[in-house]
C-alpha cells in the first residue's frame, strides 16, 4: 500500500485565491511526522511546513497551513492568497517514527498559478 | 537560501568516465542523503549516512558509490553510468534524531549519461 496518496496530478488557481492539495497518508505508526515541499521548474525541494502526530494544532508557515485530520490521516496543504511564484511541483512526504531516516514521498501535485 | 550546497550544477558524461558529485552542509546535520529524482517523478532515496557510517542503501546498483568524508561533507562517485541514470541527483541533510528530523536539500545536479 502506497504510504502517501496525492490524488491530484495537477491544480490550477487564480492568482490571489487559496488553494488546497490534498494528501492522505497510511501508517500504524503513533509517532510520525508530515512535510509539505515545493519543486520549482529549477529543481530545488524547498521545505514548506511540518506537521507532527502529537501537534494538536494545525501547522502554519505564513500564507501555508497544513490541515491535518488525523482520523481521516489526511494531511493538506492549504496556499492562501496565490501568487505567480507559487507555480511548481507540491510533494507530501511523511516520516514514520521507527524507520530512522527514511522518508516516503508521495507522488505530487503540479500548481499552476493563473494571472 | 539554502543551506545545502550541490556541485556541479549541470554534468554530461558519456558511459565510460568517472565523475564525483559533491554536496556540503553547514547547518550542522549528522544525517545526510542522496536521492534520485526523474521527470516528474518523486524523490527516489538511494543513500543515507547516518553520523557518517553508511545506514542504508537501497539497493542502489555499484556503479554509484558513496562517500562521507566528514560530517559536513558528501560524495557520490560514478563510474560506467548508463543513459538511464540521466536524472536530477539531490542531496539532503538533517538531524538524525527527534523532531521534526526535516530534511533541507541542495539545488541539485542535473546529470544527462551519454
Known amino acids: 500500500a502506497q504510504k502517501i496518496t496525492q490524488t491530484q496530478p495537477g491544480m490550477f488557481v487564480q492568482e490571489k485565491e487559496a488553494v488546497t492539495l490534498d494528501c492522505t497518508y497510511d501508517t500504524s505508526d503513533q509517532s510520525y511526522g508530515l512535510f509539505w515541499y515545493k519543486q520549482p521548474s529549477s529543481g530545488e525541494m524547498i521545505f514548506l511546513i511540518y506537521q507532527g502526530s502529537y501537534d494538536e494544532q494545525n501547522a502554519t508557515e505564513g500564507r501555508y497551513s497544513l490541515n491535518f485530520q488525523k482520523a481521516r490521516k489526511s494531511a493538506n496543504l492549504v496556499i492562501s492568497a496565490s501568487q505567480l511564484g507559487d507555480s511548481a511541483m507540491y510533494f507530501c512526504?511523511?516520516?514514520?517514527?521507527?524507520?530512522?531516516?527514511?522518508?516516503?514521498f508521495g507522488t505530487g501535485t503540479s500548481l499552476t498559478v493563473i494571472p | 537560501d539554502t543551506e545545502v550546497t550541490q556541485t556541479p550544477k549541470h554534468l554530461v558524461m558519456g558511459m565510460t568516465n568517472k565523475k564525483s558529485l559533491k554536496c556540503e552542509q553547514h547547518m550542522g546535520h549528522r544525517a545526510m542523503y542522496w536521492y534520485k529524482q526523474k521527470a516528474k517523478k518523486p524523490p527516489e532515496l538511494m543513500f543515507v549516512y547516518s553520523y557518517e557510517k553508511l545506514s542504508i542503501n537501497e539497493s542502489v546498483p555499484s556503479r554509484f558509490s558513496p562517500e562521507c568524508p566528514n560530517s559536513s561533507l558528501l560524495n557520490l562517485h560514478l563510474h560506467a553510468l548508463q543513459p538511464e541514470d540521466s536524472a536530477l541527483y539531490l542531496c539532503?541533510?538533517?538531524?538524525?534524531?527527534?523532531?521534526?528530523?526535516?530534511?533541507?536539500f541542495g539545488p541539485g545536479t542535473r546529470l544527462l549519461v551519454l
Open positions: 539532503a541533510s538533517s538531524q538524525p534524531w527527534g523532531n521534526p528530523e526535516t530534511q533541507y
Open positions: 512526504a511523511m516520516r514514520e517514527g521507527g524507520t530512522g531516516n527514511q522518508f516516503y
